[in-house]
């Protein structure tokens, strides 16, 4: 059961470089072919300073620093038990390969329902991003449902 | 795309994916970086009462914007946020259609609403959306 006294929590900030070849495997695992996430020259033509990031990409630095699974350990929150209720992307400046995002995560809320299936908590998450010109990137925010 | 062009009601074209596929789902685990089993190994879906894997939400997020970002430039993009209801799994045909609701003359902003639906309707992501549009002159 999540750990409600979590709420407000901040995590320390993680860095995490972005890469073309990330691009590419995301958008050939979704089954995208937009060439603007794929080739300079089309993405320049369109308007955009290189290959640019996709509207999901975000979920990799997101995953592969492990700051959804430490952010829900640390509230106690049973990840065979979750699912994904919810994402919700903000959108501020393009993101670039190249670009170092710092990534601060905060725990927002934590509450318990009652379901027609039985009790489950909400547990809310917000993750900000900046690039490395301290420009704010994107806003992220997720909710995860865990049966308990 | 201009904001002069565009009307409530407009609807985007449709996309209809190719039936997803455990290899999608082992190359979707490595390039996002979610190693749930739940997605890879069928016999932990089998014990949690699933019958097999289940596709990652984030895919079908995935192919949401997909659609998206093929009918409205990502760099016009400023909103964008999805409700998963209802689990995927390999061999569904998902299909993703979605309309413009409103307008925002003042700030040229759009609004709308998209949905990814399998080969049985049934509802994976509600979704809805906003961007910010160039006008004309």
Redesign the interface.
Same mark, same amino acid.
């Given at each position: 059961m999540a750990n409600k006294d979590k709420i407000g929590k901040e995590f320390p900030p993680f860095a995490w470089e972005v890469e073309k070849g990330?691009i590419r495997?995301?958008v050939? *695992?979704? !089954?995208?072919n937009?060439p603007?996430f794929l080739d300079r020259e089309a993405a320049v033509a *369109?308007? %955009?300073k290189n290959i640019?990031a996709? *509207?999901?990409f975000i979920?990799?630095p997101?995953?592969?620093t492990n700051t959804l699974t430490s952010t829900l350990d640390d509230a106690d929150v049973k990840?065979?038990n979750i699912?994904? !209720?919810?994402?919700? %992307?903000? %959108?501020f400046a393009?993101i670039y390969p190249g670009d170092i995002l710092t990534g601060q995560a905060k725990i927002t809320d934590i509450q318990t329902k009652k379901g027609k299936s039985g009790a489950m908590d909400l547990i809310k998450m917000e993750v900000n991003y900046t690039n490395q010109e301290g420009k704010p990137v994107l806003k992220a925010r997720t909710l995860i449902v865990e049966k308990i | 795309m201009y904001f002069d062009d565009v009307q409530a009601g407009d609807s985007m074209p449709v996309l209809v994916k190719e039936p997803i596929t455990k290899l999608q789902l082992v190359k979707y685990a490595g390039a996002s970086g979610d190693f749930n089993p739940l997605h890879t190994d069928d016999d932990v879906g089998r014990s949690v009462g699933l019958g097999g894997v289940i596709g990652h939400g984030m895919l079908t997020m995935g192919f949401v914007g997909q659609a998206l970002t093929n009918w409205i430039p990502k760099k016009y993009l400023k909103k964008f946020k999805v409700r998963f209801a209802g689990m995927t799994k390999p061999g569904e045909v998902i299909t993703i259609t979605g309309k413009i609701t409103a307008k925002d003359e003042e700030n040229n902003l759009i609004s709308g609403e998209l949905s990814a639906r399998d080969q049985n309707d049934q509802v994976k992501i509600q979704a809805s959306f906003e961007a910010k549009l160039p006008r004309k002159n």
């Open positions: 990330k495997e995301l050939q *695992a979704i !089954g995208d937009n603007i *369109a308007g %955009y640019v996709p *509207a999901t979920t990799v997101m995953m592969w990840f065979v699912l994904h !209720g919810e994402e919700e %992307y903000e %959108y393009e | -």
